[in-house]
């Protein structure tokens, strides 16, 4: 079994930075295979970005300009660097591993941009 504990989420203004961090715990030796997926209310959940098993980072086009993903093995933990942000990126950010047939979700954490 694998956990994700998601933190760094909050209120933040147009134009401004976060940074998510997610934990990951168990049954896991990389952080390939960890990404980052979004929701917004009403809408499905959709890619922010992701390392592939090979360790290749992998963006939503739209998002790839202001948004980086990256890691700490060591730590098991995935990073989301997200800036200049916009009101449409509000949503539910999720962190993510999958690994075979399984996929694991945290909880999310919520970001929300005001204009």
């Known amino acids: 079994q694998v956990q994700l504990v998601e933190s760094g989420g909050g209120p933040v203004q147009a134009g401004g930075s976060l940074r998510l961090a997610c934990t990951a715990s168990?049954?896991?030796?990389?952080?390939?295979?960890m990404g980052w997926y979004r929701q917004a209310p009403g809408k499905q959940r959709e890619l922010v970005a992701r390392?592939?098993?090979?360790?290749?980072?992998n963006y939503e086009e739209s998002l790839a300009g202001r948004f980086t993903i990256s890691g700490d093995n060591s730590k098991m933990t995935v990073y989301l660097q997200m800036n200049n942000l916009k009101p449409e990126d509000t949503a539910v950010y999720y962190c993510?591993?999958?690994?075979?047939?399984?996929?694991?979700w945290g909880q999310g954490t919520q970001v929300t941009v005001s204009s």
């Open positions: 390392f592939s098993r090979g360790g290749s980072e």
């Open positions: 168990g049954n896991i030796f990389s952080i390939n295979g």
């Open positions: 993510n591993f999958r690994e075979g047939s399984t996929t694991y």
